[in-house]
């Protein structure tokens, strides 16, 4: 089976989880041996992973009329423009290319699979890694919902990645539920897992990782974060990355007199990322809404305890992660206290969180993929 | 001629209310009263009681020939006393008849015979206590925590006066034997052993009105060919089983009411006897003795502990718990006792299993385990503020035993005074 997929972000040049989950799909799915992927980025580096899959640049493709068009690749200004020549490149692959299927990842491309269906009147699939309804906590980008609108009314199906996705598709987009199915993320494994060791230290280290912006609730944690340093001693908080909340967060936590025990130390990447994660005692992902939410399961892997809020999608497949609703304050600094404090809360939190997240495979996502492939298709 | 030994087993535990770790030190009271309200009335009015009004009538019909036992931990009685007083007087008139036996059970339902056998004395004295009074019964047969048995426990009952122990038929420990027959214990071949009938029990509990077993449907009348046609030689049945296989496992639109209520007639008329545990143990004669130096209970898979015990969870809260049961015996304080007695309930361990969570209130195991824990901390630092865990215990036995003795010595030191002063 030929597939032609549509995305924006491929590692290792990354800008949120949309590429790391590209990545391990594909990956995945390649492993079923009569995979054959071509994967459109709009502006690929040249360092890319090509084992597995072929790469098609849309900077390269000559569009008539207007040779190679250049793409930025990231989320600039004119997006929308970007967008547009985007689609104009997938109408010149849906002729030059061979395929029996067309994936869509993510809203910036679905309208190139759009175009492409209705060029060659090859059924299309797209996949939702996130809404405009997760990113803007219900303020929707009237532009942007009109795209991923029409997107999901043109697909021939619809893939999620939790069912908390599949709810809003289906409720806030229209869509018929038959239509809608979820395929869970999974997590790429360590390729040397005993790499990162957690340090000794006097301090417990409690992490926040990811962008500071509305979505991924950080005041609660430094809500959470005041609670517990009310009562105990001994715990520091970290809140790593960076985003529009940031100048906000640094007050909030000044004004909780917390300063001292909370840390900002900006935007990490790559190795750096497991280990801050390996050195930590609590990973804490209060988002308001995710998705999906692949970090807590990195953290796991590196034997980290994960909380989470149950507004995220990765919480419907954990079981050895705390749960919380992400306003429940209360609950949350109650699970870091727990962590901190009870030493067979740690144990059991990273030891069997750590058994769970390395039995959650991109290959067994895959498999369900080409299941929505083949009935699509008509194939089985 | 067979025997039938039925008995009923009935415990709940308080619910705990949720809290928080900033509580600790400050809020001293663990249980949800209007939660624990609400669940026992329920219970008792969907399951416990008709199932008492059941039995009584069984008494009647059969004219005194139905006898069985129920197995009621302290806890329960005192939640009926609290919330369902008449549930103290449908049990009264069951002793009254004198066909029931009331069998020992640890107070708080606790797995203290596994932990510390000094705490087991105390929950089974406390156990003996409230029985004698507020039923004004008696028993010198043990149903220990989930039917929990292993060698050791059986000389320990042995030293408390307990000459009969029940405890589950479980195939690792009976291997080719059967369990129908009154078996000795390890720690003396004058203490009778005897074993449950998994299958012929666990039919009523689960399989009782599912379609899809293969002996549905199962009435009063099958049940009882069923027992009178096992082997000739095989001399007791015991047929236990939690009481709210009765109104809640199986709902009373099932029938399973009314099939109790007939099965003494079927039982009777295939010449069939009905004992209690220590009548069973009185007229049969005892098989050689079971070993078993692993300890067993009729959960899971396994039969042995590791729904209670199986994880690190539930192994720190039960080693942190029982790490001060010296201190709390010594203590005085009468609500710290009471609380000491409560939390070791064999449900809270239950609710810390990853895989099946009893009958739970909270979302899972790790929030079983923190609400656990904080409560824990709190109750553990009262135990501190009143012997310091900074002193050993040895140390602290002997200055304990120094300060109670200090009024003896002083008498006896005046009584030399004057004896001396008289001298002179």
Redesign the interface.
């Known amino acids: 089976m030929r597939a032609l997929m549509f995305g924006w972000e491929f590692p290792p040049h990354i800008l949120g989880g949309l590429g790391t989950a590209s990545y391990g799909l594909t990956r995945g799915m390649a492993q079923q041996g009569d995979m054959e992927i071509t994967f459109v980025l709009p502006r690929p580096w040249g360092d890319e992973d090509q084992s597995f899959l072929r790469i098609i640049g849309a900077n390269s493709v000559d569009v008539p009329g207007r040779g190679c068009i250049e793409f930025s690749g990231r989320y600039p200004n004119n997006l929308i423009e970007e967008i547009g020549n985007y689609e104009a490149v997938a109408a010149q692959l849906a002729y030059r290319e061979q395929f029996d299927i067309i994936h869509s990842h993510d809203w910036l491309t679905y309208l190139a699979g759009v175009a492409v269906k209705h060029i060659t009147g090859k059924p299309l699939v797209i996949h939702v890694h996130a809404t405009d309804f997760d990113r803007s906590r219900g303020n929707v980008n009237p532009t942007v919902y009109a795209i991923e609108r029409r997107g999901m009314d043109e697909a021939d199906h619809i893939m999620c990645v939790s069912n908390l996705t599949r709810q809003t598709v289906i409720e806030k987009y229209g869509q018929h539920p038959d239509k809608v199915s979820t395929v869970h993320n999974a997590v790429e494994p360590l390729p040397n897992p005993d790499e990162f060791q957690k340090h000794e230290r006097k301090d417990k280290l409690v992490t926040f990782l990811g962008r500071i912006t509305m979505q991924k609730g950080p005041e609660y944690f430094v809500e959470a974060a005041a609670r517990v340093l009310e009562k105990t001693d001994g715990v520091r908080f970290v809140m790593a990355g960076s985003g529009d909340m940031m100048a906000k967060m640094i007050d909030l936590v000044a004004k909780r007199g917390i300063s001292d025990k909370f840390h900002f130390p900006g935007f990490m990447r790559g190795k750096q990322v497991q280990q801050i994660l390996a050195d930590s005692d609590v990973y804490i992902m209060p988002s308001v809404s995710e998705p999906f939410g692949i970090s807590p399961l990195e953290a796991m892997q590196v034997g980290c305890p994960s909380i989470i809020s149950h507004q995220s999608g990765c919480a419907e497949i954990l079981h050895h992660a705390i749960k919380t609703d992400y306003w429940d304050i209360d609950a949350m600094a109650d699970a870091i206290y727990a962590i901190v404090k009870y030493p067979a809360m740690y144990k059991s939190l990273s030891q069997l969180g750590r058994e769970e997240v390395n039995n959650i495979r991109w290959y067994d996502a895959g498999l369900k993929v080409r299941d929505i492939y083949n009935r699509v298709l008509g194939w089985k | 001629m067979k025997n039938i030994c039925f008995c009923f087993q009935m415990h709940a535990p308080y619910r705990l209310k949720r809290y928080?770790?900033?509580e600790?030190g400050q809020d001293h009271y663990y249980y949800d009263d209007m939660a624990t309200e609400e669940y026992i009335t329920w219970l008792t009015q969907t399951s416990y009681l008709p199932l008492c009004r059941t039995i009584q009538e069984m008494i009647n019909l059969s004219k005194n020939r139905f006898h069985c036992a129920l197995a009621v931990s302290g806890t329960m009685l005192e939640l009926f006393e609290q919330f369902v007083p008449e549930m103290i007087d449908v049990l009264k008139d069951l002793a009254g008849s004198k066909c029931v036996e009331f069998v020992r059970v640890p107070y708080s339902y606790s797995l203290a015979a596994q932990c510390n056998s000094s705490e087991m004395e105390m929950q089974i004295n406390a156990h003996a206590k409230k029985m004698k009074d507020v039923l004004g019964v008696s028993s010198a047969t043990l149903w220990n925590t989930e039917l929990l048995y292993s060698d050791e426990i059986a000389g320990l009952a042995w030293k408390m006066g307990y000459k009969t122990i029940m405890t589950e038929g479980a195939k690792h420990i009976l291997s080719y034997k059967s369990s129908n027959y009154l078996y000795s214990t390890c720690a003396n071949n004058k203490q009778s052993l005897l074993m449950r009938n998994a299958g012929m029990s666990d039919a009523l509990s689960f399989h009782f009105s599912d379609p899809n077993w293969h002996e549905y449907p199962m009435d009063a009348e099958k049940y009882a060919n069923k027992l009178a046609s096992l082997p000739e030689e095989e001399q007791l049945v015991n047929l236990w089983m939690g009481a709210e296989t009765f109104g809640v496992l199986q709902p009373g639109w099932t029938g399973i009411f009314e099939f109790l209520k007939a099965l003494p007639y079927y039982v009777i008329e295939q010449n069939m006897t009905f004992l209690t545990p220590s009548e069973a143990a009185k007229q049969l004669s005892t098989n050689e003795p079971i070993v078993s130096p692993y300890p067993l209970t009729w959960t899971g898979e396994g039969k042995d502990l590791s729904t209670f015990l199986g994880?690190?969870?539930q192994?720190?809260?039960t080693n942190k718990f029982y790490a001060v049961t010296e201190r709390v015996h010594l203590c005085e304080d009468k609500s710290l006792k009471r609380d000491w007695m409560l939390l070791q309930d064999v449900n809270y361990l239950h609710y810390m299993n990853?895989i099946d969570q009893g009958s739970t209130t909270f979302?899972?195991a790790?929030?079983a385990?923190?609400n656990y824990?904080?409560i824990l901390?709190d109750f553990l630092q009262r135990v501190d503020e009143q012997y310091p865990t900074t002193i050993e215990n040895e140390e602290l036995n002997s200055l304990l035993k120094t300060i109670t003795n200090q009024e003896k010595e002083i008498a006896s030191l005046n009584a030399e005074i004057k004896k001396l002063k008289k001298k002179k």
Do not use: C, K, P
């Open positions: 928080r770790f900033f600790i994880n690190d969870l192994q720190e809260a990853h979302e899972s790790y929030d385990f923190i824990m904080n901390s």
